[in-house]
């Protein structure tokens, strides 16, 4: 069954909103990254855009517009329709995604309205008592609400299907996606919990005071989550379209379907692992935090195990020989393909980052230095975002009818992007791991090491080769729109199949209910005790105009 | 569920990596007493007259044991110098009296979020004699990359 227009003209609208807030978003990156070495550009770009106030008010927008509009609304226009194709299937009521739509709209008009009047430059984590104006809290309600009615949408097709299949597999595309949507529900109420009840009714004016450390705790709850949010579409990517482009098939599709049942189950009860310099939060629950955090690390190692193996299958069928000879034989040329193996091994770095990240008291030597950005460079920054681009070119064809401007065009935006990210990330870590802090605006500074001269040159020079790679994206992007129409051959947009078939997977992995429930739990667990024993605190005015 | 010969080979190999991070964690614990912060009780950052903050400062209360009560401030810390001889146990009880800000030290393992309302505790013996840079490291508003300070560890004259 092909897709219907009315799917293909959502999941495009979703695609390039997200794209346009990756647009404004990112225009900061190289502009931070040179003022990493005291090189502030910020005088210049006001001849052109004069109402950016501060370094502050571009950081709050390249977070909120890059980290959270640009993931949200990409995954959300690239579940929708992955399930839909894979469940040969239309949504019952079309007009629930798009309303998830006009949610995300409204929402990112009302948020970007008080970032670039310069009232809410309190960047993405907003912690208070830095106070925005209510608007913007109430646009960022809007983009999460935004996400529960794709998960309504994605459960109702879900629902549809199974009424017509019985005992059936859920195919693997779909079963992913409603995997990603299930663990992000649950992991949204902690920030739900602190803008509804902390934090709007603050703002506004109904109450005087707030409590900081519970906001933070509130947040990190969600905060840990969202990684894995961003995260899994690239996952989905990587499990059944990337195997697929270098011509192999997924090793194995019950341990996919295993990897994403766990992080529903293990992705929010870690936490406290943001918090571990937090004053609020006792040391005993950091701990239990942590171990949670180390067994999380276990999925994304299967991860890596499956794509490998299954890149690997790919390259020998296509006459790679030796232990690396696949490597060779790979469709270099592809840039499907090349996007998601440089995001890959991209991830690969970030994932060893994460890990010292996730040492508690190691985490002491890295908590708030550029360590932090150049490590989620990789991840969200390199391993979603790269991946989402190669998604994009895999999406133009199906969507638009039209073949991208030119693959080998697409295959160095990619290459450019990875140099880029690989000196960037370099400059920040090393530069982390001396002491450099991440928030400052080191051009208005009042101290600076000299051992930081190198990894900050490093940075800046990493991170304008990255916006490089983004402009080349966006060029790709707005010229494709004028490219021949070209019929789409079903085949090769077909998903990977899998040597290990869906039918070895044990029944128990449909039963959300038990997994969820489970979940729940651990939550419980992780959270209960301390909330119950935590002294509650309000005693904090709003700040606002400070920047 | 049938679980390939590699893919078992590749779970161990998981297990390893997470039991040497483990080890290394236990080991800046026990071996060299990093450890994460704790509550230290709750002030009222509107009012820190009664409170040990009311005098930020540097007391010392045996030969070799120092205590400081600093309080962040925007962009400034409040003492933006603390002077303690060499081989002095220093414990820092810091809070804010507005926003959020951050306490890191140069060169050491000290580093802790210094939040409205709670009482932020970070020990440290300073063996080296120098200077020590303290910034803050949470975003605190437009004066943040200013919010600098000083930790002055200075030599001691044997007798
Ligand atoms: C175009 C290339 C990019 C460059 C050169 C770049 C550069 C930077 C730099 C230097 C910082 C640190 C700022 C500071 O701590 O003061 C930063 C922060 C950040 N970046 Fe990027 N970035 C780029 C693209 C992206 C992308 C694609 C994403 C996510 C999808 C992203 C997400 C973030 C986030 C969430 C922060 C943290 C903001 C905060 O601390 O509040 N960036 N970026
Ligand atoms: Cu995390
Ligand atoms: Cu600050």
Redesign the interface.
């Known amino acids: 069954m092909a897709i219907s227009r009315n799917l293909k003209a959502l999941t495009l609208a979703y695609a390039l909103l997200g794209i346009a807030a990756l647009f404004v978003g990112a225009l900061f990156g190289p502009l931070q990254a040179l003022d990493h070495a005291r090189i502030d550009t910020y005088p210049y770009l006001r001849m052109l855009l004069p109402f950016v106030k ?1 370094y ?1 008010m571009g950081l709050s927008l390249h977070g909120i517009l890059n980290a959270l509009i640009w993931t949200f609304s990409f995954t959300a226009g690239f579940l929708l329709f992955v399930t839909a194709k894979a469940l040969k299937r239309e949504y019952p009521r079309m007009w629930m995604p798009w309303l998830s739509f006009a949610l995300m709209v409204v929402g990112l008009l009302c948020t970007a309205y008080a970032l670039l009047t310069n009232q809410a430059s309190v ?1 993405y984590t907003f ?1 208070p ?2 106070q925005g104006p209510p608007i913007f809290y109430f646009g960022l309600v809007l983009v999460v609400v935004s996400t529960w009615v794709v998960a309504l949408s994605l459960i109702s097709i879900y629902r549809a299907w199974r009424k017509e299949h019985p005992g059936e597999r859920t195919p693997l595309p779909a079963f992913m996606s409603l995997a990603t949507y299930v663990m992000w529900f649950i992991a949204s109420l902690g920030v739900a919990a602190e803008v509804l009840v902390l934090i709007l009714p603050w703002s506004l004016g109904w109450v005087q005071y707030t ?3 519970l906001a ?1 705790t509130l947040f990190w709850y969600t905060g840990h989550p969202l990684v894995y949010f961003w995260l899994l579409p690239a996952y989905v990517a990587w499990y059944v379209i990337l195997p697929k482009r270098v011509g192999g098939k997924l ?2 599709d ?2 996919a379907r ?1 990897v994403f049942l766990l992080f529903v189950l293990m992705s929010t009860p870690v936490g406290f692992h943001h ?9 005993g629950w ?1 701990a239990v935090h ?1 171990v949670f955090t ?1 067994l999380l ?2 999925p994304s ?2 991860t890596a ?1 499956t794509v490998i ?1 299954s890149i690997e299958h790919g390259g020998r069928k296509r006459g790679g020989k030796g232990t690396f000879g696949w490597l060779r034989t790979l469709p270099w040329n592809d840039p499907v393909a090349v996007t998601m193996m440089l995001a890959g091994i991209g991830f690969m770095f970030g994932g060893i980052g994460g ?1 010292v990240n ?8 890295v ?3 550029s360590f932090i950005p150049g490590h989620f460079h990789l991840t969200v920054g390199t391993a979603v975002t790269l991946t989402f681009m190669g998604l994009t070119y895999w999406l133009w064809p199906q969507l638009t009818g039209r073949r991208i401007i030119s693959d080998k065009l697409a295959v160095i935006q990619a290459w450019v992007w990875f140099v880029g990210v690989m000196i960037f990330a370099r400059g920040m870590h090393w530069a982390g791991l001396m ?1 450099f ?6 051009s ?4 600076w ?1 000299e051992e930081w001269n190198a990894p900050a040159m490093m940075t800046a020079v990493g991170g304008s080769i990255m916006y490089i790679g983004a402009l080349l994206f966006f060029f790709i992007v707005v010229a494709s729109f004028f490219t021949k129409r070209v019929t789409v051959d079903e085949e090769e947009y077909a998903f990977a199949e899998a040597l ?1 078939q869906a039918d ?3 029944a128990l992995f449909e039963r959300w209910s038990v997994w969820v429930g489970a979940a729940v739990v651990l939550i419980l667990f992780a959270y209960g005790p301390y909330l119950l024993t935590y ?1 509650y ?1 309000f ?3 709003g ?1 606002s105009g ?2 | 569920m049938h679980v390939h010969r590699y893919e078992q080979a590749w779970f161990y190999f998981t297990l390893g990596l997470l039991i040497v991070f483990f080890s290394a964690v236990m080991t800046a614990a026990l071996a060299f007493g990093v450890n994460v912060p704790s509550p230290q009780g709750v002030v009222n950052p509107n009012d820190l007259s009664t409170t040990d903050f009311a005098e930020p400062g540097v007391r010392q209360l045996s030969d070799t044991v120092y205590e400081a009560y600093v309080v962040g401030r925007m962009w400034q810390w409040d003492p933006a110098e603390i002077r303690i001889p060499a081989g002095a146990h220093l414990k820092l009880y810091i809070t804010s009296s507005d926003v959020q800000h951050g306490f890191k030290v140069m060169g050491t393992s000290l580093n802790i979020m210094v939040v409205p309302g709670q009482v932020s505790l970070a020990t440290h013996t300073f063996d080296e004699p120098g200077e020590y840079l303290v910034i803050c490291h949470e975003y605190c508003g437009i004066g943040h990359p200013q919010m600098s300070a000083k930790i002055i560890v200075e030599p001691v004259q044997e007798p």
Not at chain 1, 275 to 283: C, E, F, K, L, N
Not at chain 1, 444 to 447: L, S
Request: glycine content about 2%; hydrophobic content about 45%; cysteine-free.
């Open positions: 501060s502050y960047l912690y008592p830095l409590d900081p450390q933070r090793f194995s019950p341990l295993l918090q571990y310099t937090d004053p609020g939060v006792p040391a950091k942590a180390f690390f276990i190692m299967l195990f193996a890990l996730a040492s508690y008291n190691i985490n002491l030597v908590h708030n230095t002491g802090p991440r928030r400052v605006s080191m208005a500074a009042n101290y090491l290990s070895r997977a044990p002294t605190n005693i904090s005015p700040f400070i920047w």
